[in-house]
C-alpha cells in the first residue's frame, strides 16, 4: 500500500486483505477535484499499471475510510473474476447500441404523440443516445452497489455510521438526478431509471438494516407513498405519476434483489467467495436487463473491449442513427 | 495621504500564502521553499514553521515535520493547528503515545479538529483502548459531515 493517509486499522487490514488475495499495490491518492464517492482505477477494468483509489479532497477522516472500503471490496470481486473465472463487463458495439436507440425512439414517439409541447427533432435524435449511455452506467454500476455495500457492512462494522451517511446522500443525489428532464425523458425510461435506485435503496434499507435510509421517507416525491393503502394506491391520481409507476417496477425490483443476493456476507474472505460474489452480481444484471427488456442492449465481454467501444461511441451513435432513420440522416 | 500598495504587502505573509498556494495544488517542494524563505525573514513566525510542517507531512518527512511543530509551538503554546499536525507527524513515526498526548493538547485548544479526533481514535484503538477511540471517531464523524454538507452546499451554489 502506497499512502501517507493516516487510516483506522480495520482499513488497513481491509488493504492488507486485497494486496494479499490479489497479489496487487494498491495505491491512495487524494485530489481537490476528486468525486464524491472516490473513484477506482483497477488493473482488470482499465489499461493501467497500479490499482488507484482516487479520493475527494474534503474526506480526510471516517468518511475517506469508507470510500477507499467499498472500493477495496469493489477490487476484491473485480480482482477475482479476473483471477478465477472470466472477469466480463456490461459492454456495447454497433449492433446493440442501434437495438437500445431504436426502442427508445418507438417508446419516445409514443410518449411525444400525447404531448402538447414537443421536443425538436435535432433534441429527441441526440436524446437517444444519452439514454442509452445512462442506462450503460446505471447497469454497469447499480446492481455491484448492494453488493459491496452490504459486504462493507458486515465485514466493517466500525464504518456503519459512516455508511449511513453516505448512502442517504447517495440515495438522495440518484433520485434527484436528471428531474430537471422528467418532461423530455420518455416515461418509461425515467420510471426505469427511478426503480433501478428505489429497489437498491429499499434492499439496503432491509439488508444493513437501516429503517432511515427508506426512499419512502427521504425521498419527497415518494413520501405520499409511505403508509398509503393499497386501495388509495390503486385510484387513478396515483396510477398516472411517475413516481408511483417508479415504486411498482421498483418493487418488482427489489424482489429480484431479494432472490438473487440470498448471500453470507460474512465468510472469511477467499478469492473464491469474491468470485461468488461476482457471479451473484452478474445474475442480478442479467435479471434486471430481462426484466427490463434491455437483453439486447448490452454484450457481456471484456473490459478492453468496452475500453475499444468507449472511444468509437460517435461513430457507434451516428450509425445507429443511420440504421434507424437511413438517408434522413446526413453522412 | 495613502500608503503606496507595494508598501503595505507584508513580504512574509505574501510569502507563506503562495506557499499555501502551491500546497493547495500538491506542489509541495515549491511550497517548502516559500516558507523557508519567509522564515528566513521572520524565524519568529509561528506560521511559518506550521505550515513546513505541513508540507513536511506530506512528503513523508515525519521527523523534520515535529522538529518545525515544536519550533511553532516554542513561539505560540496555544497554537492547536501546529499541535494537531505534530499528532499526525508523530503518528506516522508510530509514536503512539506521543501522537495521543500531541492531539488531545490540539483538541483542548479547538475541539473541532476533524483530524485530530480520527487521530486521537487511531491511537486510542492502537492502545486497545477501543471503547474510547469509538468516541473520538464518533466526534470527528459528526464535525466531518457537517464539513461535508457545508462543502456539498458550495458546490451547488456555484
Given at each position: 500500500m502506497k499512502t501517507n493517509m493516516p487510516l483506522s486499522k480495520p482499513v488497513r487490514k481491509m488493504i492488507d486483505q486485497v494486496e494479499g488475495l490479489l497479489d496487487t499495490e494498491l495505491l491512495l491518492v487524494r485530489n481537490a477535484e476528486g468525486v464524491t464517492g472516490g473513484t477506482l482505477i483497477d488493473i482488470y477494468t482499465y489499461d493501467v499499471e497500479k490499482n488507484i483509489i482516487i479520493l475527494p479532497s474534503q474526506n480526510i477522516g471516517l468518511l475517506k475510510d469508507f470510500i477507499i472500503s467499498k472500493h477495496c471490496v469493489s477490487l476484491l470481486i473485480r480482482g477475482a473474476a479476473a483471477k478465477k473465472s472470466h472477469y466480463r463487463v456490461c459492454s456495447f458495439n454497433q449492433k446493440t447500441v442501434s437495438?437500445?436507440?431504436?426502442?427508445?425512439?418507438?417508446?419516445?414517439?409514443?410518449?411525444?404523440?400525447?404531448?402538447?409541447?414537443?421536443?425538436?427533432?435535432?433534441?429527441?435524435?441526440?436524446?437517444?443516445?444519452?439514454?442509452?449511455?445512462?442506462?450503460?452506467?446505471?447497469?454497469?454500476?447499480?446492481?455491484?452497489?448492494?453488493?459491496?455495500?452490504?459486504?462493507?457492512?458486515?465485514?466493517?462494522?466500525?464504518?456503519?455510521?459512516?455508511?449511513?451517511?453516505?448512502?442517504?446522500?447517495?440515495?438522495?443525489?440518484?433520485?434527484?438526478?436528471?428531474?430537471?428532464?422528467?418532461?423530455?425523458?420518455?416515461?418509461?425510461?425515467?420510471?426505469?431509471?427511478?426503480?433501478?435506485?428505489?429497489?437498491?435503496?429499499?434492499?439496503?434499507?432491509?439488508?444493513?438494516?437501516?429503517?432511515?435510509?427508506?426512499?419512502?421517507?427521504?425521498?419527497?416525491?415518494?413520501?405520499?407513498?409511505?403508509?398509503?393503502?393499497?386501495?388509495?394506491?390503486?385510484?387513478?391520481?396515483?396510477?398516472?405519476?411517475?413516481?408511483?409507476?417508479?415504486?411498482?417496477?421498483?418493487?418488482?425490483?427489489?424482489?429480484?434483489?431479494?432472490?438473487?443476493?440470498?448471500?453470507?456476507?460474512?465468510?472469511?474472505?477467499?478469492?473464491?467467495?469474491?468470485?461468488?460474489?461476482?457471479?451473484?452480481?452478474?445474475?442480478?444484471?442479467?435479471?434486471?436487463?430481462?426484466?427490463?427488456?434491455?437483453?439486447?442492449?448490452?454484450?457481456?465481454?471484456?473490459?478492453?473491449?468496452?475500453?475499444?467501444?468507449?472511444?468509437?461511441?460517435?461513430?457507434?451513435?451516428?450509425?445507429?442513427?443511420?440504421?434507424?432513420?437511413?438517408?434522413?440522416?446526413?453522412? | 495621504m495613502q500608503v503606496p500598495k507595494r508598501m503595505a504587502v507584508n513580504p512574509v505573509a505574501d510569502l507563506i500564502r503562495k506557499g499555501n498556494a502551491y500546497a493547495r495544488r500538491t506542489k509541495y517542494h515549491e511550497a517548502i521553499a516559500h516558507y523557508e524563505k519567509a522564515l528566513q525573514i521572520d524565524p519568529r513566525n509561528p506560521e511559518g514553521w506550521c505550515m513546513r510542517a505541513s508540507a513536511y507531512i506530506e512528503t513523508e518527512r515525519y521527523a523534520e515535520a515535529v522538529a518545525d511543530c515544536e519550533r511553532a509551538i516554542s513561539l505560540n503554546q496555544n497554537y492547536a493547528e501546529a499541535w494537531s499536525k505534530k499528532g499526525r507527524a508523530l503518528y506516522q513515526l508510530e509514536k503512539i503515545n506521543e501522537a495521543l498526548a500531541a492531539v488531545s493538547r490540539a483538541l483542548a485548544l479547538n475541539s473541532n479538529d476533524i483530524t485530530g479526533w480520527y487521530i486521537k481514535g487511531i491511537c486510542l484503538d492502537e492502545l486497545g483502548k477501543s471503547n474510547e477511540a469509538q468516541g473520538a471517531f464518533a466526534r470527528s464523524l459528526e464535525l466531518e459531515i457537517i464539513l461535508d454538507i457545508d462543502t456539498e452546499k458550495k458546490k451547488i451554489k456555484k
Open positions: 437495438k437500445g436507440m431504436r426502442q427508445i425512439y418507438i417508446d419516445s414517439l409514443k410518449d411525444e404523440a400525447k404531448k402538447v409541447k414537443k421536443l425538436p427533432v435535432q433534441k429527441l435524435l441526440e436524446m437517444l443516445f444519452i439514454i442509452y449511455m445512462q442506462f450503460h452506467g446505471n447497469i454497469n454500476e447499480l446492481p455491484w452497489n448492494p453488493i459491496i455495500n452490504s459486504r462493507v457492512y458486515y465485514k466493517l462494522p466500525q464504518l456503519r455510521k459512516t455508511q449511513l451517511y453516505l448512502l442517504l446522500k447517495e440515495g438522495k443525489t440518484d433520485m434527484d438526478c436528471s428531474m430537471e428532464f422528467e418532461d423530455i425523458i420518455p416515461r418509461r425510461y425515467f420510471v426505469l431509471d427511478k426503480s433501478m435506485f428505489y429497489a437498491r435503496d429499499l434492499f439496503l434499507a432491509h439488508t444493513l438494516p437501516a429503517d432511515s435510509l427508506s426512499p419512502l421517507i427521504n425521498i419527497p416525491q415518494m413520501k405520499k407513498f409511505d403508509h398509503l393503502e393499497v386501495k388509495e394506491m390503486m385510484t387513478t391520481r396515483w396510477t398516472h405519476t411517475a413516481w408511483y409507476q417508479s415504486k411498482v417496477f421498483g418493487d418488482t425490483m427489489l424482489a429480484m434483489l431479494d432472490k438473487d443476493l440470498k448471500v453470507n456476507w460474512n465468510p472469511t474472505a477467499s478469492l473464491d467467495y469474491y468470485n461468488e460474489l461476482y457471479e451473484t452480481g452478474v445474475k442480478l444484471t442479467d435479471d434486471l436487463l430481462g426484466f427490463m427488456t434491455m437483453k439486447d442492449w448490452f454484450v457481456w465481454d471484456t473490459p478492453r473491449h468496452q475500453r475499444a467501444a468507449l472511444e468509437k461511441v460517435d461513430v457507434y451513435e451516428h450509425a445507429a442513427l443511420k440504421d434507424i432513420f437511413g438517408d434522413l440522416i446526413a453522412e | -
